[in-house]
């Protein structure tokens, strides 16, 4: 089996990419680099050392039998993208390869022009690069579950079955996306399943929740050059990041709002198991398929308390308080989203215990020198 992962450099990408090869598949790596590039218009880096992405596939080549192959290129040029799908003739892609920041693409006009641009036209050049090259490849494409927003009835997977003045119809799922990152993605959604309708590619659009973690299996192997990124900022960092990192420099754990606000989430592992799952049990020409990747949903309030009931149990001092919310969402809402097809197909989920908030907080600590305590409260706000 060949696969191609896009965005292979990034956070998912790079244990993605370890996993498949791991596993036999004949594994092409690609990224622009973009995600390094655009984290420093911020003054913003990962906690750890991250190698080079060449550095990072040399080193997994020297000790693994499965060479890895990889490619410094970028969606948005077509024809270099026309190129790799020519000569790989991939029989999965799986595209990460997006700018995946809310707060970035709501800086100002132009991160929001640099998201849609990067996000809209690089699925759109894959797309015709793939009727062009591949018609038959499996494509499997990240999306996020903040794709929905929060409407006030259970959240199916992506399709919704519709009776309107007595006829009945199955449509995509009314989104009410909350940044125009998010944005990016349902437009992503909407012309991958025109693609599917109209040209028979076959497509599963993973709608995730927000990830958390540090490590997979293939990194444990050689954790030093092995690591992927962690984003403890604003921008980058996801909340469980951010509340650990804040806890563990003794600073207050910052709920933007009332707190009320519920999420998904689930862990960098199920990640990999999720896109592995959909891998391995693909979709039938012409289909267009959603599945909602998480494995819990709780309120940033609940977070923080269950990171606040670890750091008690430690001897740990912690503290929330809540700050003005910098977006602009529902603060108080109905959350009932679905998740049961990846579960059918097999996923275990690992729930967010104390163990896994312990092996974050020991990385955190293990680099608190390199912790920059002015980008964990937000600068970026939704409304000027
Ligand atoms: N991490 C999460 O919590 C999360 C949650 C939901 C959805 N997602 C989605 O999953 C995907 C991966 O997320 P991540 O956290 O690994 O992000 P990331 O930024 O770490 O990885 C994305 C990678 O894609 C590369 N890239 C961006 N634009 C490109 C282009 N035009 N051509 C080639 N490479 C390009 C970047 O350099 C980067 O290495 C994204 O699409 C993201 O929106 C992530």
Not at 51 to 64: G, H, S
Not at 338 to 352: D, E, Q, Y
Request: hydrophobic fraction near 35%.
């Amino acid at each position: 089996m060949k696969i191609l992962i896009l965005g292979a450099d990034g956070y998912l990408g790079w244990p993605t990419v370890m996993y498949f090869s791991k596993k036999g598949y004949e594994v092409y790596a690609v990224d622009n680099l973009s995600k390094r590039k655009i984290e420093t218009e911020y003054g913003v880096e990962p906690i750890n050392i991250l190698k080079p992405f060449n550095e990072r596939v040399n080193i997994w080549n020297k000790n693994q039998k499965n060479q890895i192959k990889y490619l410094v290129a970028d969606l948005l040029n077509y024809k270099v993208l026309c190129e790799i799908l020519e000569e790989f003739r991939p029989d999965t892609i799986i595209h990460y390869a997006e700018q995946p920041s809310a707060p970035y693409s709501m800086a100002s006009r132009e991160k929001a022009v640099f998201t849609q641009h990067n996000n809209v036209i690089g699925n759109l050049n894959l797309l015709f690069a793939m009727k062009k090259f591949c018609p038959n490849s499996h494509l499997i494409k990240l999306g996020t579950m903040g794709e929905y927003g929060t409407p006030n009835i259970d959240i199916e997977e992506g399709w919704l079955e519709l009776e309107h003045k007595g006829r009945k119809d199955r449509v995509l799922f009314p989104k009410k996306p909350g940044s125009f990152y998010h944005l990016s993605k349902v437009h992503d959604s909407a012309n991958i399943e025109f693609a599917c309708r109209i040209w028979g590619l076959k497509c599963t659009d993973l709608n995730q929740g927000f990830v958390y973690g540090i490590s997979t299996e293939e990194m444990e192997l050689d954790y030093e050059n092995l690591s992927t990124a962690f984003h403890y900022d604003s921008i980058f960092g996801t909340i469980i990041n951010r509340f650990i990192t804040q806890i563990a420099c003794n600073k207050d754990m910052t709920v933007y709002g009332k707190g009320d606000q519920k999420r998904s989430y689930l862990n960098i592992s199920d990640t990999i198991k999720c896109v592995s799952i959909a891998c391995e049990n693909p979709p039938k020409n012409g289909e267009f398929r959603v599945f909602n990747q998480f494995t819990e949903f709780c309120s940033l309030n609940e977070i923080a308390k269950k990171i606040k009931n670890y750091a008690d149990k430690n001897k740990i001092r912690s503290n929330v308080t809540h700050i003005e919310n910098p977006r602009i969402e529902d603060e108080d809402h109905y959350y009932n989203p679905t998740n049961t097809s990846l579960i059918s197909l097999g996923l275990k989920p690992i729930i967010m215990d104390d163990n896994q908030i312990d092996k974050i907080f020991k990385l955190v600590k293990k680099n608190q020198n390199r912790i920059n305590l002015n980008t964990l409260d937000p600068n970026i706000k939704w409304k000027k």
